[in-house]
Each structure stands twice: as C-alpha cells, then as structure tokens.
C-alpha cells in the first residue's frame, strides 16, 4: 500500500546515533568500560537490517549474476601479500599534529575542509585549485609542500585556533599482530585492510576449479581492519569494519566498458534498496590509490555532507602481477577466443558492509505527517524497505484476555518459520504500533474480538498507517512477498 504521507527535512547525525541506540541497533563497542573509539557494536535489530544488506549484496553479486562466484578468505594472510600489493609500502595517510592542543589530523582532510569552506563561501573555483594542488603534492610525495600548503591556506586547529603545526608524516594504516607462540619467534602478520588481496591470491584455485571463462567475477563480504588516524562520523569511518568486494577479471582492452557498467549496475543497487536518486551522486577520484587507474566513489548524502560509500576501481593487472612477481607462480589467463596467454585486468566494486548500513539507516529515519486538518498526525518512522526491515511483521492481541493473546500467538509461531516476526501484549495498541515505526516494522497484525469468529485480522500498514481485514490464512503469502530480498533483486 502506498504512504499516504508528507515528509518533514531529515535528522541530524546526532539524531541518527541515539536513535540507532535507543532501538538496539548499534551501540559503542564495550560501552561498559566508556567505549573504544572507532569501533562499534551491532544490537538486536542492527544486527538483522545489516544482515539482510549483506545477503542481499551476495545475491545480487552471486546468485543475479552469470559469472560471478563467491568466497570467503582468511582475515590473516602471508606477509608478503601487503608486500606485493603496496600496503606495506604505500597504505599511508599523511598526518599532523597541533603542539598547542596536541590532537592529531590526517593532512589532506584538513585541506579537503578547507575546500569545501570555499565552496560554500561561494568559491568553488579556489576549493578545487586547492584539491588539484594537494593531489599534485601527495602524488609527489612532497610532505613538506603540503605543510606549506597548510600554512598558507591559514589552517588552525579546531581546538587550539593556532597554526602551531608539526612536519606532516605518512602513518601506515595497517594494524599488526604476531603469530606464533614463543615472542622472540613469532613472525607479524596484518590483519587484513582490504578483503580484495583475499581474492586476488585465490584467483588461479577459483578460475581452475569453477573453470571460469572470463569475463568473470570473484565477490567476498568480510571483515577489515585500518588504524585509522581520525576516526569519526560514527560507524562511517572504523577501526574494525566490514567490506562487500568485487572483482570482475576481463581481457586487458575491455577495462573501460566493465569499468562503466559496473558503475551504473552499482548506482542501481543503492536506488533498488530505497535510497532517493538525489541524496546519491558519483564523484570521480583526483588523487589514484596506488593501485587503481580510474575511480570513481558512489557517495551518499549523509548529514555531514556527500561521502563516498562505494568505489568502483579500475585496478588493470597491478595486483595479480605483483603476486605473480613476488610468489614466483604464474598467474596467467588462457584465452582460448584470442589464443593468447595474458594477466588479466579487473574491475573492483567495494562497498563498506557499514557505511551502506549507515546510509540506509539515515535515508531511512523520517517523521511522516499522516491525515489531514484536525486528524493530522505526525510520526517518526524507520521507512526501511520491507525486505530489509528487522522484524516484519509485529502480532500484537488487542488486549490480554478472551483468548487474544493464544490467538495471536497461533498466528506468530505459525509466520516466524516465513519471516522475522515479534510478539507482543504489553502496552496500549497505540504505544506498540509507534515502537514498531520506529524499528521499521513494515506490518503490524492487530488480533481483535473479530479474529476470533472469522479467522481474519487487522494489518496496519507503517508508512501510511492505513489499515485492511485480512484472511489469516493468507497473512504469510501477502506478507511473505512483499519482505522478500527477491523484490529488490528483480528492479535490479
Ligand atoms: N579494495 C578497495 C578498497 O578497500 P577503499 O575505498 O579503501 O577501497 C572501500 O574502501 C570501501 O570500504 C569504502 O567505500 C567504504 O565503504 C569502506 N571503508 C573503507 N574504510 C572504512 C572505514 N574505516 N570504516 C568503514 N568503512 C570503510
């Protein structure tokens, strides 16, 4: 049923936090002990809504798709992994301290605010002057020239208003431990800043034992992990997060055509999920990660401006040469059409697992105005796609007797095995449905006096609070169809 609702401006980022707290979906890692600081936790409901992302990104980039396959690697890796990918060497931020407030800024964000300053001071052209000059600086490794820069945009510490910089230095992102029981012994190890290397080094096990053609693709979801120097925006940037990567392998001169299709095939999916076209734009990268020859980021118009929550990356054949390189082994692709041996290039989609649920979340919190003139309501309501909702449908008995409740839990064991569903009694009809429209709840299922003669019950539906008598017996396929992932796949 449509929303028969006005939608009020959207909520503050602060907003967003206590929200995605209050109703169990993400709460600060061991809060108990203050938290730890870029890394979070998430609860009962947060827990289900970025599951169904997840699986939802693995159908779409797996099952929806002809040639694409899935794996799911290690966190740890050989050492000489980051060697042949350029972590070790080249995974750096540059950042600099303030000796008066002594807090810590990566470089470039400095500048990159900077920036955004002119642009809204209505000097667009100085903004992007400045970003080509720091991309120039960076590119050349030239540290000392972006301090300069610094200095002479007249950047001062937020905290201590001074200009009292140190030298800028490059921070190496990765965190590191030790494997191996005896210390003296022990060999380090990374834990892993991107789960893309996990597929590259698995290329020529996937490629022989799936005998893949190319044109194809390897996907994995799974943990990463990167010190980073100023975590903050809550869950957009973490020390411990998940990513949701592709990498398509084609013939080297076909880059470009992949390169396009799947950045629209990625546009699409944020919109399919529910995320308006206007709160999405592309922006094309000016300073190349070491690794990529275009890229382009997907970014979402957070309440702190528009960030990237994608990239699409053109990586050419840079990483499997690397291991080829390093390891010794051949990593080559026969091609039977061309008669020709050659390393493949590849295409990179990567999606951080948390950022998708952070932008889903924000698009999502809204206060609806429902009825008009006297009837006029206004109601927050997580307008969550019914797929990918935590509970779908909420059974609620209208009161605690006359065999209410037996009924309506009837009704709730025999739809949890379809869906996620909730059960409860306590609490006037009214508080259940607003607690249900702030968790997403696309459909709550009143069982009144009626239910009992006839077999039938209310479902109110979230987004326009419209109401219609259904049979119970066909709760589970109305319902059913409409929270399935399967509605989203097939508008993709
Ligand atoms: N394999 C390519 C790669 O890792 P990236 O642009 O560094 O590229 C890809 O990261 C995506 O991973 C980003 O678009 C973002 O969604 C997510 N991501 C990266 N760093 C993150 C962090 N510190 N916290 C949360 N998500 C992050």
Not at 142 to 167: F, Q
Not at 363 to 385: M, N, P, W, Y
Request: hydrophobic share 40%.
């Amino acid at each position: 049923m449509e929303a028969q609702a006005t939608t009020t401006p959207t909520f503050e980022l602060k907003d967003i936090i206590s929200h995605a707290k209050e109703y169990g979906f993400v709460f600060p890692s061991s809060e108990l002990y203050d938290g730890l600081q870029a890394v979070y936790d998430y609860g009962q409901n947060g827990v289900q809504l970025k599951n169904n992302l997840k699986q939802l990104w693995w159908k779409a980039m797996t099952q929806a798709q002809q040639s694409i396959v899935g794996i799911d690697a290690s966190i740890f890796m050989h050492p000489l992994t980051w060697k042949a990918s350029g972590h070790v060497d080249a995974f750096n931020d540059p950042m600099i301290d303030n000796k008066d407030s002594k807090k810590r800024y990566r470089a470039d964000q400095l500048l990159e605010t900077k920036a955004e300053a002119y642009a809204e001071a209505g000097t667009p052209e100085k903004g992007t002057a400045l970003l080509h000059e720091m991309a120039r600086l960076l590119d050349a490794n030239d540290l000392a020239g972006v301090r300069d820069l610094i200095l002479a945009e007249d950047i001062r510490c937020p905290i201590s208003g001074t200009k009292n910089w140190t030298d800028v230095r490059q921070f190496n992102l990765m965190f590191s431990t030790q494997v191996g029981s005896v210390a003296e012994d022990a060999d380090v190890i990374y834990l892993r800043p991107e789960t893309a290397q996990g597929i590259f080094v698995n290329y020529l096990n996937v490629q022989k034992t799936g005998r893949m053609k190319i044109p194809f693709g390897i996907a994995q979801i799974g943990k990463a992990f990167r010190n980073e120097i100023v975590a903050r925006q809550f869950t957009f940037r973490m020390r411990e997060f998940e990513q949701m990567e592709m990498q398509f392998f084609v013939r080297p001169g076909t880059e470009g055509e992949w390169y396009d299709h799947w950045k629209e095939q990625r546009m699409r999916f944020h919109q399919a999920i529910g995320i308006a076209p206007g709160h999405l734009r592309y922006h094309d990268h000016e300073k190349l990660a070491h690794y990529a020859k275009a890229a382009v980021d997907v970014e979402y118009k957070f309440p702190f401006g528009f960030k990237e929550i994608e990239g699409i990356h053109s990586r050419t054949d840079f990483d499997l040469k690397s291991h080829q390189e390093l390891s010794g082994k051949k990593i080559q692709y026969f091609d039977n059409e061309l008669n020709q041996n050659y390393i493949p290039y590849v295409i990179e989609t990567s999606v951080g697992a948390d950022r998708l649920f952070l932008a889903t979340f924000c698009e999502a919190l809204k206060t609806v105005v429902t009825g008009e003139g006297e009837q006029a309501r206004e109601r927050t309501i997580l307008d969550l796609h019914p797929a990918l909702a935590p509970v779908k449908a909420a059974i609620l008995p209208l009161t605690k007797k006359d065999g209410l409740p037996e009924k309506g839990e009837a009704i709730y064991k025999a739809l949890r095995t379809e869906f996620e569903c909730y059960f409860e009694e306590k609490d006037s009809i009214g508080k259940r449905y607003t607690r249900q429209d702030l968790i997403g709840t696309p459909f709550c299922i009143a069982v009144d006096h009626q239910s009992l003669e006839d077999d039938t019950v209310t479902v109110r539906h979230r987004n326009s609070g419209q109401q219609e008598r259904l049979p119970i017996a066909a709760l589970a396929d109305t319902i059913g169809k409409q929270v399935s992932l399967t509605s989203i796949l097939r508008n993709l």
